[in-house]
T-cell receptor, first 112, second 113 residues
Framework: GQQVMQIPQYQHVQEGEDFTTYCNSSTTLSNIQWYKQRPGGHPVFLIQLVKSGEVKKQKRLTFQFGEAKKNSSLHITATQTTDVGTYFCAGRDGGSQGNLIFGKGTKLSVKP | NAGVTQTPKFQVLKTGQSMTLQCAQDMNHNSMYWYRQDPGMGLRLIYYSASEGTTDKGEVPNGYNVSRLNKREFSLRLESAAPSQTSVYFC????????????FGEGSWLTVV
């Protein structure tokens, strides 16, 4: 079945450093979503990418969807302590009407 | 604006006990979900309801049952709790299954001893 792999599992950065998490699917995706979960909290939707090669920005966050629609990335420029949390990607197989499949997440810690 | 509300927030069960997690959403969403989250395992779908009156198994349905009581409410029942069901449970909803944003409740921390 469809698998969504996310790396790295953990990332520790110094405040001000950049951070990137990568998401790869075993199948072509119809769309990909990104969620953030603060420690002790619940996942919160960040963004959805639909088009091949799409790039979207939210302040210091840049989201990309690969040309083949099988991978995606989230890049944070100049991390802040407020960026701490776990970032999940979630994708749906382009050929099915199935549910979103979540990656296992990347846990980001930021040292002040 | 409550969004997705789930209860209880914390629960400790003994092995073999039963319990029901309650969930309600006020966004008039068609689809509702139950996920469990375990360290290093991400979010795994237990059951979902694409629309009122339908329920389907997700990735890890064994040991659970669900009821879509009406459009607003979707409950998750553990008939005979096992320590392997110790987890954080999230109820969620979306306008539809295909491509819609998923809104999560705040989570229920369940410990089975």
């Amino acid at each position: 079945g469809q698998q969504v792999m996310q790396i790295p599992q953990y990332q520790h950065v110094q405040e001000g450093e950049d951070f990137t998490t990568y998401c790869n699917s075993s199948t072509t995706l119809s769309n990909i979503q990104w969620y953030k979960q603060r420690p002790g909290g619940h996942p919160v939707f960040l963004i959805q990418l639909v088009k091949s090669g799409e790039v979207k920005k939210q302040k210091r966050l840049t989201f990309q969807f690969g040309e083949a629609k099988k991978n995606s990335s989230l890049h944070i420029t100049a991390t802040q302590t407020t960026d701490v949390g776990t970032y999940f990607c979630a994708g749906r197989d382009g050929g099915s009407q199935g549910n979103l499949i979540f990656g296992k997440g990347t846990k980001l810690s930021v040292k002040p | 604006n409550a969004g997705v509300t789930q209860t209880p927030k914390f629960q400790v069960l003994k092995t073999g006990q039963s319990m029901t997690l309650q969930c309600a959403q006020d966004m008039n969403h068609n689809s509702m979900y139950w996920y469990r989250q375990d360290p290093g395992m991400g979010l795994r779908l237990i059951y979902y309801s694409a629309s009122e009156g339908t329920t389907d198994k997700g990735e890890v349905p064994n040991g659970y049952n669900v009821s879509r009581l009406n459009k607003r409410e979707f409950s998750l029942r553990l008939e005979s709790a096992a320590p392997s069901q110790t987890s954080v449970y999230f109820c969620a909803s979306s306008a539809g299954v295909a491509g819609n944003t998923i809104y999560f409740g705040e989570g229920s921390w369940l410990t089975v001893v």
